[in-house]
């Protein structure tokens, strides 16, 4: 239990203030001796973590002001002692207090009643008053729970409706009792209650508010015209809630007037004016910014606005997304005009020769007689030698005219000269391939972010529809599994239900919250990402439409007998929209390298699909990125992402060896036929699809495993297999290639598909 030193100031108020509705329950039920309504709203809050200690003087203090005999403090310290023992009780076991226990509670802490039964009176009466006690006291309790645990403020179930609406009508009741000297101060709470009522509470909530004062104050005066004319005063105020404050509140005056003065409805007095005045008043005479800090419980204010905003935003955001994805797409043909060499460019041995003759001949004695002699330039002189350069790297005196060799008296630099102008046109066209192919892996990735935001974007303008009823109904049924749900947020996109609840943080991890949201949406739902904290005590869950299967994986690796680390990769991961990706990547070679190398593939792959790159964009940027590095990055891929709500299968192949589709009676067979990624500088992936069914494994190997077995050797185990299990696939095709000798890094990967 808290001390009472953690307790702020404002707090210890609020438990002060509590001995006004304990005497107001408590004056409610006295009748012939009888004790009140008093305990029943007792053990409600100490059922809600009231502190015990600070409540209990409150209740005692509000039911001796109600009834200060003997009996009546007995039956008010009975309640004391069995919810004083019943804490003491749980909390030594440690078992929560449930809400049949603490009715339990309350029925005990009645049992004093019988004692003091009037004489003349049969025990009945008794009966009656205790059940009459254990009916408030249930209300109370769902009352108090949904206000002080739940903090809910403005949707409360049915049952707890019905308990607020009962509490009310007792309290009011106890209230219309209290007479000083005249002055009713019932009148005076239900002016304030209806001037407050008219901003704070929508017209349902405030005319229930206001119609159960009402019944109290008719049960109390066995006048049924109690309970009319306070209706009449809110629904004539209500008519004029648009203008200043002053006209419904003269609304409502001239509405008692007419119910009291003309149709007399009640004993109409001075003070019942008076009171009724005061009450309008004191709210009409606050000042703007106090009215504007009275909480606001009408649901057009917190959910229902969000969702306005949300369907009218959704155009401009669609409108954005496609200006930004038309900005990539500019960007992309930017990028994509290669700049490419003149037309009239020199073919690559003459250029090499011109190179030689403005470097080497440039500073000769003798060049203006060669000049002469040949009728200018002497560059063509150089074209063999140049072509013995770009072809082998080097040039000899073989590759020079006679007409050089027999006159030239710098034929080592000519020879040198060739052989560097060789290297340094290759240098320049290595430098410009490699341009262009950084122009081409840019504009395709501009290309590729422009569909993806278009694809958002036309996501994002897809139509969502809204349910109200069945976010009511959810928070109803999940209070019954005693699960606090503040805020639920139920719409329809593309015919898919998706929801998002805000709970407390220890309902978050029960079983029965992800039970009760399948049920009553009647759909089997999934938790989408994970759940977002909210202050200290609350946390949001999202939720989406399972798909019809569900997938169960298994794998197996092994690396090669003389190699530190194993060169192959695999994933199995989940994939936005109900898809799972599921690939093996065996980097070239073995050992640190090849692994470092594959699992680098693996996980850009990884990550474009995740961020909704197509196959061909995805692979096409990433194959030319690894050739953008310059060395021997390349590695044989192996991809199948599967549809969980289609059951189709999409195989997608760069130099992998054959996949496999174990089925009831056979086994598919996936080949391959396009190189491994980062060989060739477009890449060319070999696609196929299939349709799975509910007891059909997906499964990828390495070469490792082919080589050992054969395509048909793999076969062969998987249909000889029996097991659906997909680990014991991996085991056995694992087992089989280490018998039969498998001499690299094996891997398998086995996914099984499982109705919902």
């Not at 003798?366 to 770009?390: H, I, K, N």
């Not at 805000?502 to 009553?520: F, Q």
Request: with cysteine; aromatic share 8%.
């Amino acid at each position: 239990m808290k001390k009472l030193a953690g307790y702020r100031g404002g707090d210890i108020v609020y438990y002060l203030l509590s001995v006004v509705p304990f005497f107001l329950a408590a004056n409610a039920g006295i009748y012939e001796g009888m004790s009140g309504l008093a305990a029943g709203l007792y053990t409600a809050l100490v059922f809600c973590r009231c502190n015990y200690f600070l409540v209990s003087p409150m209740f005692l203090a509000g039911s001796a002001l109600a009834d200060a005999s003997l009996q009546g403090i007995v039956c008010a310290a009975a309640p004391i002692a069995v919810m004083g023992a019943a804490k003491l009780i749980h909390y030594l076991s440690a078992r929560p207090m449930g809400l049949f226990a603490a009715n339990v509670y309350a029925f005990a802490g009645q049992l004093p009643a019988f004692a003091f039964v009037p004489a003349g009176y049969e025990l009945r009466f008794a009966i009656a008053s205790v059940a009459a006690n254990q009916l408030f006291c249930y209300c109370a309790l769902l009352i108090c729970y949904a206000l002080i645990v739940r903090g809910v403020r403005n949707k409360l179930t049915t049952d707890e409706t019905v308990g607020g609406a009962v509490v009310v009508m007792i309290l009011s009741l106890g209230l219309y009792r209290l007479d000083i000297y005249g002055f009713m101060p019932f009148f005076a709470v239900l002016g304030w209650t209806v001037m407050v009522s008219l901003r704070s509470f929508s017209v349902p909530a405030a005319l229930l508010i206001v119609f159960s004062m009402g019944m109290g104050g008719s049960i109390a005066s066995l006048d049924m015209s109690v309970c009319g004319a306070a209706v009449a005063a809110y629904v004539a105020a209500c008519a004029f809630k648009k203008l200043h404050v002053l006209f419904p509140f003269a609304a409502m005056m001239l509405s008692d007037l007419l119910a009291g003065a003309f149709f007399e409805a009640f004993a109409y007095t001075p003070l019942h004016i008076a009171a009724l005045a005061a009450g309008g008043l004191c709210y009409v005479l606050l000042p703007k910014k106090l009215k504007a800090r009275i909480a606001v419980y009408t649901p057009e204010n917190r959910i229902a606005g969000a969702k306005r905003l949300l369907s009218h935003g959704r155009a401009e955001v669609f409108a954005r997304l496609n200006s930004v994805a038309n900005v990539f797409y500019e960007m992309g043909k930017s990028f994509s005009v290669r700049t490419d060499r003149p037309e009239n460019r020199l073919p690559a041995p003459q250029e090499v020769a011109r190179d030689v003759m403005l470097t080497v001949c440039a500073g000769c004695p003798r060049r203006e007689g060669c000049q002469a002699a040949l009728g200018g330039d002497t560059s063509s002189l150089f074209v063999p030698a140049a072509s013995s350069a770009l072809l082998t790297g080097d040039a000899g005196a073989a590759d020079m005219p006679t007409f050089v060799t027999s006159r030239c008296c710098r034929i080592d630099a000519l020879l040198a000269g060739c052989k560097s102008a060789a290297e340094r046109y290759k240098k320049r066209e290595e430098n410009a391939k490699r341009l262009d192919l950084s122009q081409r892996v840019i504009a395709e990735q501009m290309y590729g972010v422009g569909n993806m935001i278009s694809d958002v974007a036309e996501d994002v303008n897809k139509g969502i529809s809204f349910d109200e009823r069945a976010e009511n109904r959810l928070i109803e049924e999940l209070s019954y599994k005693n699960i606090v749900c503040t805020e639920a947020v139920l719409y329809t996109k593309e015919g898919k239900v998706q929801a998002s609840l805000t709970v407390r943080r220890a309902d978050a991890r029960k079983r029965a919250l992800d039970e009760t949201v399948s049920a009553v949406l009647g759909n089997r739902m999934q938790r989408v990402g994970e759940a977002q904290p909210l202050g200290s005590d609350k946390v949001t869950l999202s939720f989406a439409a399972a798909p019809r299967y569900c997938a169960v994986f298994g794998e197996a690796s092994v690396r090669k007998s003389d190699s530190a680390d194993n060169g192959d990769s695999r994933a199995v991961r989940k994939l936005a929209g109900g898809k799972l990706f599921v690939a093996v990547c065996d980097g070239m070679g073995s050992g640190a390298e090849a692994q470092a190398n594959s699992s680098s593939t693996l996980a850009m792959v990884e990550n474009f699909y995740k961020a909704g790159f197509g196959n061909e964009a995805a692979l096409n940027m990433i194959n030319r990125m690894l050739m953008m590095k310059g060395a021997d990055e390349f590695s044989a891929l192996d991809i199948c992402v599967i549809d969980l709500e289609t059951a189709i299968a999409h195989f997608v192949k760069l130099g992998g060896v054959q996949s496999f589709v174990k089925r009831a009676d056979n086994v598919d067979v996936i080949e391959s036929s396009a190189l491994p990624i980062g060989i060739v500088e477009e890449a060319t992936p070999y696609s196929d699809s299939r349709l799975l069914s509910g007891t059909d494994s997906v499964v990828l190997v390495s070469d490792g495993i082919v080589d050992a077995l054969g395509a048909d050797g793999v076969r062969l185990v998987l249909s000889r297999t029996d097991t659906l299990s997909p680990q014991e696939l991996c085991d056995t095709l694992l087992a089989k290639a280490t018998e039969y000798g498998a001499k690299d890094d094996s891997t398998a990967v086995a996914v099984r598909l499982i109705a919902g």
